[in-house]
């Protein structure tokens, strides 16, 4: 269809009146008008997805190394870049993944791929988040792709985080859901007992090592009543799930190097410092939260 060659691709989305709200709706008691029933149901959360993720791939020119996301919001900036490089309004894009599944879409969606050997800088990195503070630090990895993800994203000039508005925290781990923790599988148990006795009488704090069958999204302290086999990473490691009932206090890179200082720790989930801006699509329009946290009508 010709809406998939515009550089906006407004007609494209579901819901394009979000990309085009210069601000925030104002409050209902400023002029309280009895809504109609298209406009009072909110839009499907991957619809919102969407929205910003689109509006993420409008940053995107030819000629640029991309690191290429991994999870269900970062899907739909995959498959907008493939029809942009289709159209041929997108030219020469290199993608670097940060999973085996993000290769796999992404070659599917017809973007050239290479890796970190051959571009250790990259330009721009678009990809979800689980949770984005106030200061822009993520939660990442609930997806078990942590490690890779903060390699690319790391080495990344510009990195925008994509998502609607309920990934936002007042501090990481205030979900409720897991901060993962890439460990190697050897002596994972050891690494484990020293986990959890890093985070010894924080209250509400909780471990646990991620299984093949669980998913880190579904539930917070579920225990499983026999054995299952370790869920393994890209890189055939383990995870090990920490859970916070009241978030992180704390000094984060204090925390961060405290991980990091044990032995079999990979790396973990938090992404501090690393985001450059979040997009976040809302019922009530899109708004970038940059570094500066000056919150921007887009």
């Given at each position: 269809m010709r809406a998939a060659c515009s550089r906006t691709l407004d007609m494209a989305i579901p819901l394009p009146h979000l990309l085009h709200s210069d601000r925030p709706l104002p409050a209902a008691a400023s002029h309280p008008m009895p809504p109609s029933a298209s406009e009072s149901a909110a839009p499907p959360q991957d619809e919102l997805k969407r929205v910003a993720a689109h509006r993420a791939v409008e940053l995107v020119e030819s000629g640029m190394v991309l690191g290429l996301g991994t999870g269900s919001t970062?899907?739909?900036?995959?498959?907008?870049?493939?029809?942009?490089?289709?159209?041929?309004?997108?030219?020469?894009?290199?993608?670097?993944?940060?999973?085996?599944?993000?290769?796999?879409r992404a070659a599917a969606a017809g973007i050239p791929l290479s890796d970190l050997n051959a571009h250790p800088v990259v330009d721009l990195s678009i990809d979800g988040a689980d949770e984005v503070d106030p200061a822009l630090n993520l939660v990442k990895g609930r997806g078990g792709s942590l490690l890779r993800e903060k390699m690319v994203e790391g080495a990344s000039?510009?990195?925008?985080?994509?998502?609607?508005?309920?990934?936002?925290?007042?501090?990481?781990?205030?979900?409720?859901?897991?901060?993962?923790?890439?460990?190697?599988?050897?002596?994972?148990?050891?690494?484990?007992?020293?986990?959890?006795?890093?985070f010894h009488g924080v209250p509400g704090f909780n471990l646990k090592l991620r299984t093949a069958s669980v998913n880190a999204k579904a539930s917070t302290f579920e225990e499983d009543g026999f054995e299952l086999e370790p869920f393994v990473t890209d890189n055939r490691n383990y995870i090990v799930d920490l859970f916070f009932e009241e978030g992180i206090h704390g000094d984060l890179n204090l925390i961060s190097d405290e991980i990091l200082r044990i032995t079999g720790v990979v790396e973990h989930g938090m992404f501090l410092g690393l985001a450059s801006s979040v997009i976040v699509a809302r019922k009530d329009g899109v708004v970038m939260m940059d570094k500066e946290m000056k919150l921007n009508g887009i």
């Open positions: 970062a899907a739909h900036a995959l498959d907008r870049i493939g029809d942009l490089l289709r159209c041929g309004v997108l030219r020469d894009i290199v993608g670097i993944p940060t999973s085996e599944w993000a290769a796999a000039r510009r990195f925008v985080v994509i998502g609607d508005d309920s990934k936002l925290v007042p501090r990481l781990g205030a979900s409720g859901l897991a901060v993962p923790v890439e460990v190697i599988p050897f002596g994972y148990a050891l690494t484990l007992r020293r986990l959890h006795k890093l």
